[in-house]
Structure formats: structure tokens, C-alpha cells
């Protein structure tokens, strides 16, 4: 399992119109191969900095899989304008999430 870590720094007067656009492009990252699902989160003490987690059944799904078609040219193009300056994107490692990662029975 591969977890794609996206940082997305947005302008702060267009937060609520990136909700919104995010919302409407974000079936085109939900359909790709590979997929297993995302979380989009805002920053608490950096409100303009989004997080989106996405994760992959391989590395290969997301890059160059996703980011070589058309729908990750569509859902950037959906995007772009709200990004204050270039986002970052990594990749981690790892098997799902628990429900309870801290739980100690």
C-alpha cells in the first residue's frame, strides 16, 4: 500500500471556492486504477495549507499511472488556480490505517 502525500498551499481568500472546485474534480481522482481512497485536510494553525492523502495499491498507479492521463491533467486544471505557490508531493509506505492505531488492549 502506497500513500501519496500531497501539500497544498492555497490562497487565502479563495479557501472556500478550492472546497468547492475539489469537491467537483475529485471523481476523476477516485476513478483511476488504483485507487483506494483519499482525505483532504485543512491545516489547523496553517488554514491555507491543505493536506491530501491518497492511497494507492502501488506507486506505479499514482506515478506515472495517474499523473501521465488526462483526468490528472483535468483535476489540475481544476485546481491550479487556487494554489498560492507549488504543491508538494511525496510518497510513503505502509499498510492501511487501523480504525484505533493507538489502542492498547
Known sequence: ???????????KE???Q????????APLLS????YGGH??????????LFNLIVRWQ???DHTP???????HRMFMAGLEEYF???PTVYHIEGAAFSADPFRRD
Open 1 to 11: 500500500m502506497i500513500y501519496e502525500i500531497a501539500l497544498l498551499p492555497i490562497h
Open 14 to 16: 479563495r479557501i472556500e
Open 18 to 25: 478550492f472546497r468547492r472546485a475539489f469537491a467537483e474534480v
Open 31 to 34: 476513478r483511476a486504477k488504483g
Open 39 to 48: 482525505l483532504l485536510a485543512q491545516g489547523i494553525e496553517t488554514p491555507q
Open 58 to 60: 502501488s506507486l506505479e
Open 65 to 71: 499511472g495517474f499523473e501521465e492521463s488526462e483526468d
Open 84 to 86: 498560492s505557490e507549488e
